[in-house]
Every structure is written in C-alpha cells, then in structure tokens.
C-alpha cells in the first residue's frame, strides 16, 4: 500500500504529493496529517502539489477538510505550487477552497507560514526547555 | 472550309496580345499607379500563354473542365497578387473581361464568311472568358479571407499580453469584451506566467473593457479565485465610474476582491504589498 510521507521541518509539516491520489490514498494522508499535526503540536502544514495535475472534487474536499481539522488543531495550512491547469478546474468545479492559503513553491510557502509564526514565538523558547 | 478556332488564335498570338494591351491601355481604369506598362503586359502575356497552350489539348465546349486548370492556376497568381497590391476586385475582373474583346476581335477577323462558325465560337469563348472571371473573383475573395482570417488570430494573440511590470508583479491589461473563451486564454496566460516568473502580484487591467455586465464580473471572480488558489494576489485595476456604478446596480459582490480606479494606484499597493518603496533619488546638487 502507498502512503505519502509526512516530513517535520521545525514547527511545520510537510507533505509532497507526487502520485496521484486516488480515494483511499487520500483519507489515509488526511488521517495521518491529523494525527502528525496533532502528535508533533505542528503549527502548519505545507502540502506540495506542484506535480498533481489532476483534480477532482472529492480531493478538493481533502484538501479542504485537511484545512478545517488543522485549524481547529491551531495550524495553518498552506498549499503550494498548484499547477495552472489544476487551479482553472477547482474554479470550474466550484471550489475556491476557502479557508487555505496558497503559494507559489515551498520557499514562499514556508515564508507565509514564518509569518503567522512570530505571535506565538513565545512559545518558541518554552518548547526548547520542554 | 472549316477553320480551327484554336489553331486560329494560336497562329494570331501576337495580334491578339497587342489588342488586348490596347483595350486596357486606354481603358480609363488602367491603373498606372499600381503597376507598370511593362508588368502589365508581362502578366498579360502569361496569361494568353498560358490559354492558348492548353487550347491544345482542350475542347472550348467546356469552360469547367479540368484542361484548363494551369490557366486557372495562371488567374489565381494574378489575382492575388493584385488583392495585395491594393486593386479592387471590378479592376481585376476587367482585366480578365477585356481578353475577350481581343480574342472576338482577332476571330472576327479570320471568320468573317462563316458567320454561323463565328457566332458558335463566339459564344463558347465568350462562356470561357466569363468563367475566368468568376474563378478571378473566387480567388480574390479567397484571399481576402485568408487576410480576415489571419487577422483574427493575431488580436486574439496580442489582446492578452502579460507584462511584467516589477520583479513579482505581472500585469495584464484586458482590451475588448470578455467573453467564456476569451476569460479561459486570459486565465491560462496569467496563471502560466504567475508560475513561470514566479510573481505573486498580478494586476488585471480592464479600462480597455468596454462593459462590465454579471457574466464579465462572473468571469473576473473566476480569474481572481484562480490566481489566489495558485498562491497570488490579484489586483483588479482601472475600474471607470460608469463601471462601478453597473456593478453595484447589478448587485456584483466584489467586496472580496482588491480593486483600484488606476493601473497607478494598483501598483502602488502592489509595492506596499511586497514592502517596497519608491522615493524620489535626492540629487546631489551642491
């Protein structure tokens, strides 16, 4: 069975997609994004999607749950490198995912979600003691 | 006796040539502007070549037959290459129509005791030389389309440049109407060139749009949606009063959306957007 890795960069999780996702694969990788954002109190997730190249609507609704369970976990999320093609069909379909924030490649990805960070970074020095 | 009308009009090449220079000499739609004397009878001399050699081969009781194709090839190069050189088709046409006033004249000549002879060869030059002048007509229309046609192709390519204005920021101005097809090319040129340059600002200009109606604003909704998935803030810029006001008369919620009255004003909060800054450089005059 496939299964998409999860990386922790820092705060952040990062998941590159570059099979396509089909049904299952997709609620395997929403479940374990909850359960990684959950067990490593990540701060934001960072979903690389710049080699899918097909889109329907039910991995428009992934994505979109991803984005509401991580929020009510205290993430972000952050989707990147969305592919011109892929970008013009979710509109087409009806899903301008709201409530995910976008960038155009992982840097400035990052950049965003180093952004959201500097409020909590308090919290910062009270991980490094844990 | 029996005469042959085409070893008639061969034998008579050169009287018909000088005939037919004379007729459109002094025809008062000569244009001496457009072409020389010499170029004229250059193409005149083609084209009775061109008729007298396949008389040869091919009966005069057809005038469609497929014999006479190399003089109608013959008529084509001619006519098109007066499309471009600016002749109107009546020029074209009389051109072709005066070789039968030559051609009649010369057999006139030749059959001048065999009236019945004449009259039937008569008629079947002259349903000759009225089918080239259609086929002329059919090839300047032809090439008249192939101009339109062209043409199209070109403003739906140059209606959708995307300029890059700053490092990060592209701007696309929008000139005509937008319609779904137009929406899709300007839509996927913007999105290909926000991943190529890697901008994250993009300005869409549409003081060049003449009407704003809820299907145009449906379709910028569409393009600015498009460009924030994709991770890139779109700017609506040169937004005219009498656009506003339809807009907010249509009931458009564009409330989600940036939009500015000038491409000037959008670039400046494009720069405020990316902390930039532009002063004036303080010259060192002392």
């Known amino acids: 069975m496939d299964k998409i890795p999860i990386l922790k960069i820092g705060h952040f999780l990062m998941v590159a997609i570059q099979v396509d996702l089909y049904d299952r694969l997709a609620l395997n990788l929403e479940a374990d994004l909850i359960q990684a954002v959950s067990k490593y109190n990540a701060k934001g997730v960072l979903i690389d999607i710049s080699s899918v190249s097909i889109v329907d609507s039910f991995m428009g609704r992934i994505l979109g749950n991803i984005a509401n369970m991580s929020k009510i976990l205290d993430a972000e999320t952050v989707i990147v490198g969305m592919q011109p093609a892929v970008a013009i069909t979710l509109i087409e379909l009806g899903l301008p995912l709201k409530g995910i924030q976008s960038a155009l490649n992982v840097e400035k990805g990052m950049e965003l979600l180093q952004q959201k960070l500097p409020a909590e970074a308090p919290l910062e020095d009270d991980d490094s003691t844990f | ?286």
């Not at chain 2, 109107?88 to 057999?107: H, I, N, Q, Y």
């Not at chain 2, 229309?141 to 043409?151: D, M, N, P, S, T």
């Not at chain 2, 009498?242 to 491409?263: F, P, R």
């Open chain 2, 1 to 286: 006796m029996k005469l042959d009308t085409a070893k008639i009009l061969q034998k008579k090449k050169k009287q018909i040539l000088e005939l037919w220079m004379k007729t459109q000499l002094v025809d008062f739609s000569l244009r001496e502007d457009l072409m020389s004397n010499d170029e004229l009878s250059g193409q005149s001399e083609e084209l009775v070549d061109a008729l007298l050699q396949t008389l040869n081969t091919a009966s005069l009781d057809d005038a469609q037959a497929d014999a006479f194709e190399p003089v109608r090839d013959v008529l084509d190069g001619i006519s098109l290459s007066r499309a471009k050189q600016g002749y109107s088709p009546r020029e074209t046409g009389m051109f072709v129509f005066s070789l039968k006033d030559a051609l009649l004249g010369v057999l006139q000549q030749e059959l001048k005791n065999e009236p019945v002879q004449l009259y039937e060869e008569s008629m079947k030059i002259s349903r000759l030389i009225d089918n080239f002048g259609i086929a002329t007509f059919e090839t300047f229309i032809k090439g008249r389309e192939e101009v339109i046609l062209r043409q199209t192709d070109e403003i739906t390519e140059i209606s959708t440049p995307v300029i890059r204005v700053w490092d990060g920021i592209l701007a696309m101005p929008i000139i005509g109407t937008l319609d779904s097809s137009r929406t899709q090319v300007v839509m996927e040129n913007l999105l290909q060139q926000i991943v190529d340059t890697s901008s994250t600002i993009a300005i869409l200009d549409i003081s060049g749009v003449p009407a704003v109606d809820s299907l145009v604003a449906q379709h910028l909704i569409k393009t600015v949606s498009a460009t924030r998935l994709m991770g890139a803030e779109c700017i609506i810029s040169g937004i005219r009063p009498e656009i506003a006001q339809t807009v907010v008369h249509l009931g458009i919620d564009l409330s989600g959306i940036i939009t500015k009255s000038s491409l000037a004003s959008a670039l400046k909060h494009a720069y405020g957007l990316l902390q930039l800054e532009v002063r004036k450089s303080i010259a060192n005059k002392s």
